[in-house]
């Protein structure tokens, strides 16, 4: 669906019906992160939230390559260069400095086993508050931290990017597409999606990726 085409009931429908499967393969990897990854590949994650917030997915997946190498010990002088080499962010330099800060702040914090952390909430909407209000973690917020967990495999969080708002402003679900400026106005929007998603029987999961495809023509991470 081409960006300018207002989302519907109907389009919604039809598009998770022809999407189903790679919507749903695409879930199962996010899962088997959860499953099998180390504290490497989830501080990867959380790494490629911190690019993509503010920008967008395939910047954060170019930056990712870029730094790679970097993201365990190295320092921030040494990701700009990679990225400005690259040509990967448009914020190379504030990006690092976001990433050693998170970084330095999980060793102190957790040894930067994230995966011990993550568990150690045992209620969910906690989990997302340590993330997104955290000072430390910077460059998150709730859209972001939402969008870590997902891509980690731990599932139930509404990923309110613009794409998704504007699909809501579509359907008179919220009167505009501007991003929620607070945590409650945050979780009511979240609240609505929910709403959608039992309205139109499609997993909560399964929908945001549905209208973020709708918006983008892809499904991507």
């Known amino acids: 669906m081409r960006e300018h085409q207002p989302v519907t009931v109907e389009s919604i429908r039809s598009t998770h019906k022809a999407r189903r499967k790679e919507i749903r393969a695409r879930l199962g990897e996010f899962e088997k992160v959860w499953?099998?990854?180390?504290?490497?590949?989830?501080?990867?994650?959380?790494?490629?939230?911190?690019?993509?917030?503010?920008?967008?997915?395939?910047?954060?997946?170019?930056?990712?390559?870029?730094?790679?190498?970097?993201?365990?010990?190295?320092?921030?002088?040494?990701?700009?260069?990679?990225?400005?080499?690259?040509?990967?962010?448009?914020?190379?330099?504030?990006?690092?400095?976001?990433?050693v800060i998170a970084r330095q702040y999980l060793r102190e914090h957790c040894g930067l086993r994230l995966r011990e952390q993550l568990e150690s909430f045992s209620d969910p909407i906690e989990r997302r508050d340590w993330l997104a209000?955290?000072?430390?973690?910077?460059?998150?917020?709730?859209?972001e931290a939402s969008h870590f967990l997902r891509n980690i495999g731990l599932m139930g969080h509404a990923i309110l990017d613009k794409h998704v708002l504007r699909c809501l402003a579509d359907l008179e679900i919220v009167e505009s597409s501007r991003p929620p400026s607070t945590k409650?106005?945050?979780?009511?929007?979240?609240?609505?999606?929910?709403?959608v998603a039992?309205?139109?029987?499609?997993?909560?999961?399964?929908?945001?990726?549905?209208?973020?495809?709708?918006?983008?023509?892809?499904?991507?991470?």
């Open 35 to 99: 499953r099998d990854g180390s504290n490497a590949r989830l501080w990867e994650e959380l790494v490629f939230c911190i690019f993509t917030a503010g920008a967008s997915a395939r910047m954060g997946l170019k930056s990712i390559e870029a730094v790679r190498p970097l993201l365990w010990n190295g320092r921030g002088a040494e990701m700009t260069e990679a990225l400005k080499k690259a040509g990967a962010h448009r914020f190379p330099v504030s990006r690092p400095e976001y990433i």
């Open 184 to 195: 409650a106005r945050y979780l009511e929007i979240e609240e609505r999606l929910k709403g």
């Open 198 to 221: 039992r309205d139109v029987r499609i997993d909560f999961d399964e929908l945001d990726l549905v209208l973020w495809s709708m918006k983008t023509g892809e499904v991507l991470k």
């Open 133 to 143: 209000r955290e000072k430390r973690i910077k460059g998150l917020g709730y859209k």
